[in-house]
């Protein structure tokens, strides 16, 4: 009989809980998008650079919706805030997770 040792699996299991009853709603700005992510797939150092050249005024998350398309392609390596939002998530989940 083969046995197999599912430790890995269980911390895997309980940081995919720590993950999801935080949620990415709960999340500073600056964990969700960190300088190695802003400087990999953007032309700023942070995410506070972004807003600041962005022109907007934001005084919550949905004003991030307000950011021109054209700024977030000409100055990022996405198509629009959505995109760069769900590509930022993914990876803080995936941090979150061990994996990344």
Do not use: C, H
Not at 14 to 20: H, L, N
Not at 42 to 48: H, K, L
Request: glycine share 6%; aromatic share 12%.
């Amino acid at each position: 009989m083969v046995k197999i040792d599912t430790r890995g699996f269980d911390e895997l299991e309980r940081k995919s809980e720590e993950v999801e009853r935080r949620g990415a709603a709960g999340v500073q700005l600056k964990e969700l998008f960190p300088p190695n992510f802003m400087t990999q797939y953007s032309d700023f150092n942070s995410i506070d650079e972004l807003v600041e050249a962005s022109g907007i005024t934001f005084e919550s998350i949905e004003d991030f919706n307000k950011i021109p398309e054209q700024f977030i392609r000409s100055r990022t390596r996405f198509s629009n805030w959505n995109e760069m939002l769900n590509a930022a998530s993914a990876r803080w989940f995936a941090r979150g997770l061990g994996l990344d």
